[in-house]
């Protein structure tokens, strides 16, 4: 039960209303008419929604209600949720982000790590059935790349795949699965000959009953989510169930890091966004030594600081959203340039980063500048904190991420 610390006409002005009303302020001019409506339809959602999920609760009960209106994922179509795209996706992630900073997170584990491979490298019946279960949130579905002695190296995985007449035997360990104990479906990847794991990657899409196995993993900061570790027990999958065949999982696992770090960047910036207007409604009202906090200069300084960093990594974002969708998710892959290729992968990389970084740092900020109740349940800020603890390790840690950027510039000489 949550005991106030909070003044009642300051906790009614955090209504997330009024967050959204000043999100729009900050954003609005970014948005064609057309993105405005779907976030405005959106927020009407997530207003009416955020009273009714329990904090006491895992986030999965709160699937279906995102599924009946298409907001398990945007960035692919899906039945009438056509507006979608790397952008809409951002915007969903900013907006459920700032309702439930848990729930995305394990919502776009389901839709988008899991859900996308069924969009780009789908095409059988069972796996257009698997895409409905994900997308409808009837299923819970998780990637299990990640293994306990490769994480950063991950492509030099120990999961051993053997080909059989009628699909493959997976073997191996995977670790931080994130929704893996309760997920029906796994994204898994191993390698048939683990010494070439360029040429022989397969990825596949796993389901529990095939023979997986998980145990949940202790991660304080995001208790209504479970994070796992998952055994293949010599699970047999079928061929209708590969998204990638040996050698096209390598190619898979990479090109699928791209639309899973910019969808990161929509919740880290849904988590900065929350926490700074948070700070920003809470610091115009609160008093101290007879003046709101926010007429000294020591509080709104800061905050300006905080905010021309948060407006224009937002701006970089979309921008970098607009041409993934226009040259890359909404073009004939084969006309698609490698450079093109390359610069998404560049991009997205130090977007996902900056915007990670960034999301932490302005929570934790916000905390020290709006003083005891930030730390406490009564804001919203505190559980975004805990989520921008773990935003710059999923999806490729920070030395990884610095390792693509230094590799690209140290190449940049044999250009002149
Ligand atoms: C909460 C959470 C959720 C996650 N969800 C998933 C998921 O759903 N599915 C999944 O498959 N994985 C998931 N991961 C795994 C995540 O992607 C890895 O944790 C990440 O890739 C780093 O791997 P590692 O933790 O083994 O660290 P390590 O690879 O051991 O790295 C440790 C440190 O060394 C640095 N480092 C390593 N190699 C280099 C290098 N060459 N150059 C410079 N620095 C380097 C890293 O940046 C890091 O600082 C999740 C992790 C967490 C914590």
């Known amino acids: 039960m949550t005991v106030k610390v909070i003044k009642d006409e300051i906790a009614a002005k955090l209504a997330l209303k009024n967050m959204y009303k000043l999100l729009m302020e900050q954003i609005g001019l970014l948005l064609s008419d057309q993105e405005r409506k779907f976030v405005n339809e959106l927020q009407a959602f997530c207003i009416d929604y955020e009273p009714k999920i329990d904090m006491s609760k895992d986030v999965y009960v709160n699937f279906p209600a995102l599924g009946s209106h298409g907001y398990i994922q945007r960035l692919n179509q899906w039945k009438e949720f056509t507006d979608a795209g790397c952008k809409y996706e951002m915007l969903l992630g900013i907006n459920l982000a700032m309702m439930d900073p ?16 069924t969009f780009q490298h789908g095409g059988t019946p069972e796996l257009a059935k698997v895409q409905d279960e994900l997308m409808s949130g009837k299923k819970i579905g998780c990637i299990s790349m990640t293994e306990p002695n490769h994480g950063s190296d991950t492509v030099n995985m120990e999961a051993h795949v053997t080909k059989l007449d009628d699909g493959y ?19 898994g990847y191993g390698c048939v000959d683990n010494a070439q794991p360029r040429q022989t990657m397969v990825q596949a899409m796993l389901s529990r009953d095939m023979g997986i196995t998980t145990e949940r993993i202790t991660i304080p900061v995001v208790p209504r989510v479970h994070i796992g570790k998952t055994y ?4 047999k999958c079928p061929n209708s169930m590969v998204t990638g065949q040996p050698g096209i999982g390598y190619n898979n696992l990479f090109d699928g890091l791209v639309p899973e770090r910019l969808a990161i960047v929509g919740s880290s910036l849904g988590i900065a966004w929350s926490a700074l207007l948070t700070g920003v409604i809470y610091s115009s009202m609160r008093e101290q030594f007879g003046k709101p906090i926010m007429s000294y ?14 407006s224009s990594a937002t701006i970089t974002a ?15 892959k084969k006309d698609i340039p490698e450079a ?19 999301s932490h740092e302005i929570c934790y900020e916000t905390q020290q500048l709006m003083g005891g109740v930030s730390v406490t349940d009564n804001t919203r800020v505190a559980q975004a904190k805990g989520v921008s603890d773990i935003q710059e390790v999923i999806g490729g840690s920070r030395g990884v991420q ?10 940049l000489i044999k250009g002149i």
């Open 232 to 235: 293949y027990n010599g699970l």
């Open 169 to 187: 035997k997976f073997d191996g360990t995977k670790i931080f699965t994130t929704n893996g104990p309760k997920a029906d479906y796994f994204i």
């Open 318 to 332: 979309f921008r970098i959203a607009e041409i993934y969708d226009a040259k890359i998710l909404k073009a004939h």
């Open 102 to 117: 848990e729930l995305d997170l394990a919502r776009l584990a389901s839709g988008i790590l899991c859900g996308n491979p």
């Open 340 to 358: 093109t290729w390359k610069a998404s992968a560049q991009w997205s990389s130090q977007i996902k980063q900056l915007c990670a970084k960034l």
């Open 297 to 310: 200069q020591a509080v709104s300084f800061p905050f300006a600081d905080l905010c021309i960093r948060l």
């Open 402 to 411: 610095t390792l693509i950027l230094a590799g690209n510039l140290s190449k």
